[in-house]
């Protein structure tokens, strides 16, 4: 899994913090950079086998996911931590690889995710 050897990681957080007001979690790596990430954002590029299955071609659009919270998150060893979300998802484990990758790749990630939903004609809001 990437994250378990430090001399492959890219960066390692020194700080990681929760806004439960803007919805974000704020997460600051050793190499000086950080990254506000939006709950909604982490939601739908969970890393679990649920969303995106046990290979290619095997993914599944997450839909409905604009009002998602973070209820909390949990550590994982030394490497992640595992986000538990109010729509009852706590199976993604989020490693220190993964959490700097979404964040120096937010943007173009953010737009790919709002192309494939219009693509399925579905929506970021709850039906």
Not at 54 to 77: F, N, S
Not at 83 to 112: C, M, N, R
Request: contains cysteine.
């Amino acid at each position: 899994m990437a994250g378990l050897d430090r001399a492959s990681a890219e960066a390692t957080p020194t700080e990681i913090t929760l806004h439960q007001q803007s919805h974000r979690l704020e997460i600051t790596f050793d190499n000086g950079e950080c990254f506000s990430l939006p709950f909604e954002f982490l939601r739908v590029w969970t890393p679990s086998a649920e969303a995106r299955g046990h290979g290619p071609g095997q993914e599944t659009l997450q839909t409905g996911k604009r009002a998602v919270t973070v209820l909390r998150i949990e550590p994982v060893g030394h490497y992640a931590i595992r986000p538990v979300f109010s729509d009852g998802h706590a199976s993604g484990i989020y490693s220190w690889d993964l959490l700097y990758k979404l964040g120096k790749h937010h943007d173009e990630l953010w737009q790919t995710y709002l192309a494939q939903l219009t693509a399925a004609g579905a929506s970021r809001d709850a039906t």
